[in-house]
């Protein structure tokens, strides 16, 4: 129980931190596969308590911690950013221990689209200025996507659109007007992802991991890009270390 509940926690952060996909952080800690499947059977028993025990996790990092996740963002982004990388490396062995076989040049192309996919995201110049009840809505789904599509950080995104900040300032300090668009535009997408999802899964199950592959790399490299900088050689060492510790972590997760 209270494994489901630290990993719910790390996934939490993920949605907080810039570049950082938490569903990438579940596929990682062993979850994804389990969450999308119980997501699709909410009636079931287990299903409840499972989705219930992650959800309590990614409350408490979101509400509780946002400011303090902030704080180390605005502070030690580079250190806290090599941490979560690492995190993320160290988390592919459940990816790469079920494609190893079965690497096709359709594969790799499969890979690759998602790296351009993210490029083209990054580099699209638009911005959010007027947050209506069905701005909301929308910003919810993309909320959303980033949670259930591995590699899409909604952070990054919404860093993009302008909504970031007020997102955050959102969940901390529970603007009920604003929140209930946001989680209706959320409830939405679930239900319509979700079974998309678990349709890929059962039928392209490689396929849509090698996908997942390539959300997965995109998102190393947007984070490697937003930390490049000239920094102090404490810095790097400090970083360094704790680079390999989110390796090792990831990996320990993982298993």
């Known amino acids: 129980m209270f494994k489901l509940i630290l990993y719910g926690f790390i ?133 959303l996507i980033s949670m259930i599509v591995p590699g899409v950080s909604g952070t990054s995104i919404h860093l993009m659109l302008g909504s970031y900040n007020y997102i955050m300032t959102m969940f901390s300090k529970l603007i009920i007007i604003d929140l209930v668009p946001f989680l209706l535009g959320m409830a939405i997408f679930l239900f319509l992802l979700t079974k998309l999802i678990k349709y890929l899964l059962d039928n392209y199950k490689i396929d849509f991991y090698f996908v997942i592959l390539g959300f997965s790399l995109s998102s190393i490299l947007v984070l490697l890009k937003m930390i490049i900088s000239t920094y102090l050689i404490h810095e790097y060492i400090i970083g360094i270390i704790l680079f390999i510790t989110g390796i090792y972590f990831g990996y320990k997760l993982n298993k």
């Open 11 to 143: 996934i939490g952060i993920g949605k907080i931190l810039p570049g950082v996909s938490g569903a990438v952080l579940a596929i990682s800690l062993g979850v994804y596969e389990e969450s999308i499947r119980a997501l699709n059977n909410l009636f079931n028993k287990k299903s409840i308590q499972y989705l219930t025990l992650l959800s309590i996790g990614m409350g408490i990092s979101i509400v509780f911690f946002s400011n303090v996740v902030l704080y180390f963002v605005n502070n030690y982004y580079f250190l806290t950013m090599l941490l979560f990388i690492g995190l993320i490396i160290g988390g592919l062995k459940e990816i790469l221990v079920e494609i190893k076989s079965k690497i096709t040049i359709k594969n790799i192309l499969l890979s690759i689209i998602p790296i351009l996919l993210m490029i083209l995201i990054n580099n699209v110049n638009i911005k959010i200025t007027n947050y209506s009840f069905i701005t909301l809505i929308m910003l919810g789904g993309i909320e």
